[in-house]
């Protein structure tokens, strides 16, 4: 090993502002969690929603269906809530979780960085995957029925429109939950099974008391329910739920914000420095 | 280097019932500080405090002549920051790994990439730059964390325990690196440790803490130059006559142990000889009770033991 004085010269660079440095971690998150499990996540999410609309919209005008129906018909599944769940599993899990088991979070939270700026930064990644996977699909599929011909375009922007509207409330809840139950545990695994036995357990157990009781406003607690009412509105078609789809959409929301604000109270509460 | 460095006036930090640091007041100038206590001495504490990350309970701090507490982010961009606990990325490489610091503390991407290859070449990992730091020994890791602590140039650094971990030689050759770095100018260092004889020809100042207090603090050459009038005396016979005896001669001493601490005016060394010679003792042992920080350190403590004795 040779040792040799470093060629730098004090204070002759200029400095870069706090949006690039959160830039860095943005780039950095998104990269680290582009493995094997994340990327056929999203690949099975695209093959699905891709093939089931193309296929749909094209028998929908062959024999007259409804076009908006079929645009709509992966949203309102189970299985596209369950892809977009193992996204978030995949991609989510580690996000805080890795750092906080690897201590790396000292070397961040010590750098002119604020907690929000580190947060929002994990979240744009984990948002970013998720966005890819819930709105992209749609979109693409969208333009494909268009440029085969089987929609007009105003049809086909409509279409990507419900898809960003449904793609990004659901993006956005997940992102939330992703980062609270990963910022409470040094192991990523375990923020994943959180993760899906978080929302199957709530999503089961409300519907299973719903079933019981019959009463409509705890429907909003069901995510399943929620997210159909919502494509259903998005897509113009008839809920066969009794909530409000726009009350569905900001109970998602507010429900991302909240346990991303817990993810920050749990952050602020870690030593930066010491053991 | 003009200027000063760090300014603490009467801080105090309380995490619930515990006083973690007491009205602690403290000033350094620029160079090489010691920061120098056993565990739970608050070390860590006013690191914490110096940095931003957390806010004192009482009192006020300065760090490069800014408020960690007010403009913490400013502080941050001026500090680099050693961890003493391994807290590495372990899927990246060690260039990879000092880019990305080099990004978080606020330098383009290209400006980074070229400062992470400088420091990695500086700490001597030129060589192994490209491995994963999974496949890094704990001297590797402690290097490639000193290198992302300088990364970005910053006037004044952290190191927290920086030899932790380390065998003799790995230790060695962490001192050396930042004797180098300390010798560049320019930088100045914040060196926290327990262990004493890391700081020996390397810190300028001192700040010896215990149990959140400050025991001394200022230049090292000063702080020993002040203790250095007591002598350390160990005689073979009778130490209780012997010590008598000096009594009597006017020489203050006191038994520590099986060594006599003697307060020779103008470092007289008279009276010891015609003590041991009316006793029938024999000076085994002469020499000054203070020569190093670690000697400084215990003969504080020393002091503030019998204190606060019964």
């Known amino acids: 090993m040779s040792i040799s004085a470093p060629r730098y010269v004090q204070g002759s660079v200029p400095r870069v502002g706090r949006p690039s440095r959160v ?21 099975l999410t695209w093959f699905i929603v891709v093939l089931e609309v193309v296929v749909t919209v094209y028998f929908a005008t062959v024999i007259g269906g409804s076009v908006s129906a079929a645009f709509e018909s992966p949203y309102g599944s189970v299985i596209w809530v369950l ?13 805080l979780a890795d750092d906080i088991g690897s201590r790396a ?21 984990v948002g970013a995957w998720l966005v890819i996977a819930g709105v992209g699909p749609g979109c693409v599929a969208a333009a494909v029925t268009a440029a085969l011909g089987y929609v007009s375009v105003s049809e086909a922007l409509a279409a990507a429109a419900g898809c960003v509207a449904v793609g990004l409330v659901l993006a956005i809840f997940f992102t939330g939950i992703a980062l609270a139950l990963s910022s409470l545990t040094r192991k990523s695994l375990y923020a994943g099974v959180a993760i899906f036995g978080t929302v199957l357990s709530v999503t089961v157990s409300v519907g299973v008391v719903w079933g019981i009781t019959g009463n409509g406003t705890l429907l909003y ?25 726009v009350a569905s959409a900001i109970v998602l929301v507010l429900t991302g914000c909240v346990l991303a604000l817990l993810a920050w109270w749990r952050l602020s509460r870690i030593e930066v420095v010491g053991e | 280097m003009p200027g000063e460095l760090l300014r603490v006036e009467s801080v105090t930090k309380r995490f619930d019932q515990v006083e973690a640091l007491s009205n602690l007041s403290v000033e350094l100038s ?10 739970g001495s608050g070390k860590t504490t006013l690191l914490r405090l110096l940095m931003g990350l957390i806010p004192p309970s009482s009192g006020r701090l300065s760090v490069l002549g800014l408020d960690p507490h007010r403009e ?26 000092v880019t990305f610091m080099g990004r978080l503390s606020g330098l383009s991407k ?47 650094c952290f190191l927290d325990e920086p030899t932790s971990g380390l065998d003799p030689a790995g230790r060695e050759e962490m001192l050396r690196l930042i004797r180098i770095l300390a010798k560049l100018g320019g930088h100045s260092f914040v060196l926290s440790t327990h262990l004493l004889p890391d700081t020996e020809g390397l810190v300028d100042q001192v700040l010896l803490l215990n149990a959140g207090r400050s025991l001394a603090a200022g230049s090292v050459a000063e702080l020993l130059s002040q203790r250095s009038t007591e002598t350390v005396v160990r005689v073979k016979g009778d130490p209780d006559s ?6 009597a001669k006017g020489v203050a001493v006191r038994v520590d142990g099986s060594d006599l601490r003697v307060d020779l005016p103008e470092a007289n060394t008279r009276p010891l000889f015609e003590a041991a010679q009316a006793t029938h003792t024999q000076v085994r042992y002469l020499g000054p009770s203070v020569r190093t920080v670690e000697d400084l350190f215990l003969s504080l403590m020393g002091d503030g033991r019998r204190g606060s004795g019964p």
């Open chain 1, 105 to 125: 979070i000292t070397l961040y939270l010590s750098r002119p960085l604020r907690i929000s700026d580190y947060l929002g930064a994990k979240a744009s990644a």
């Open chain 2, 30 to 39: 620029p160079g090489t500080v010691g920061l120098v206590g056993p565990n």
């Open chain 2, 242 to 247: 012997f010590a008598a005896a000096l009594t």
């Open chain 2, 72 to 97: 913490p982010l400013r502080v941050r961009e001026r500090v680099g920051y050693m961890p003493e606990h391994d807290c590495l990325m372990p899927d990246l490489s060690a260039v990879g790994f």
């Open chain 1, 23 to 43: 830039l860095a971690i943005v780039e950095r998150e998104f990269r680290r969690r582009a493995t094997w499990g994340p990327i056929f996540a999203v690949a």
């Open chain 1, 83 to 95: 892809l977009l769940l193992i996204v978030t599993a995949t991609v989510g899990a580690g996000s």
């Open chain 2, 110 to 156: 290209e400006v980074a990439i070229g400062r992470a290859h400088d420091v990695l070449e500086f700490v001597g990992l030129k060589e192994e730059r490209y491995r994963k730091i999974r496949e890094y020994s704990v001297g590797m890791r402690q290097r490639v964390k000193l290198a992302q602590a300088i990364v970005h140039d910053p006037p004044l």
């Open chain 1, 221 to 245: 607690a069901d995510l399943l329910a929620d997210v159909q009412s919502i494509a259903e509105a998005a897509f113009g078609q008839p809920s066969p739920y009794p909530t409000d789809p």
